[in-house]
């Protein structure tokens, strides 16, 4: 074989390589838009609370909102978070924009269960099953960071300040801060996710939110909170 056709051969098998993984990909992607199913990431997040991991994926689940599980009895509305509740070692569920944010129990080691919850939610979610039924979120119209028609002018401040400026830095740790009540200068608040527990969380309440609250809101004397 002349050195000619030997590199005609070189290029032809090269060319022959390359269409195989083209046309592997194609119709990997058809098979994708014919089931509807695409492929799902999940990687995690440490937070400040050792006790809670947060689970990022590469598709929304409840987009612009959140809501808090503490338990299995408060899960019914998240046919998700009601699976995940039958792992043994898990003791609340946070769900919000793409992430899911566990809390585990005491003696369990995260390195040995973060496997099987990243397959196990992958799995869900390639599969397209609810992660929220809306219509079942039973909405207490007095708690959270929604601007109410009958809200007082010191209240709806107080909801945008914490939409604004707390909701996207507590996000990145895997919680939510929620508005529960205003009285005579005191601000209630609900910590849930990663900020229910953790350590660090009342570090945060007074040198960081009380502090800019009574700055921008001079009608709060105080900012108080409860784990959900």
């Known amino acids: 074989m002349s050195g000619g056709e030997q ?3 070189e290029v032809n098998e090269g060319r022959g390589f390359w269409m195989g993984i083209v046309n592997f990909a194609g119709q990997t992607r058809r098979a994708m838009i014919k089931t509807g199913n695409p492929v799902i ?3 995690t997040e440490m937070t400040p609370n050792p006790e809670t991991m947060k689970f990022v994926a590469n598709k929304l689940l409840y987009p612009g909102k959140s809501i808090d599980f503490p338990d299995v009895e408060a899960a019914k509305p998240s046919p998700l978070a009601i699976e995940v509740f039958g792992f043994p070692f898990i003791k609340s569920v946070f769900i919000a924009s793409n992430f899911v944010t566990l809390t585990k129990t005491p003696d369990t080691d995260w390195n040995d269960v973060i496997p099987t ?9 390639e599969e397209n099953k609810p992660v929220i039924n809306e219509e079942e979120v039973v ?3 007095s708690e ?3 601007i109410d028609a009958d809200d007082d002018d010191v209240v709806k401040r107080i909801k945008e300040l914490l939409e604004n400026y707390v909701k996207p830095a507590v996000e990145m740790d895997g919680g939510a801060i929620q508005f529960k009540s205003y009285q005579e200068g ?4 609900m910590l849930q996710g990663s900020c229910s527990g953790c350590p660090s969380s009342m570090i945060t309440l007074k040198a960081g939110i009380e502090g800019m609250m009574k700055r921008m809101i001079p009608e709060v004397k105080e900012v108080v909170a409860e784990a959900e």
């Open 186 to 189: 005191v601000v209630n608040l």
């Open 117 to 125: 919850i990243r397959q196990f939610l992958k799995e869900y979610l």
């Open 139 to 141: 909405i207490v119209k």
């Open 144 to 146: 959270g960071n929604t």
């Open 41 to 43: 990431s999940i990687y």
């Open 7 to 9: 590199g005609d051969l």
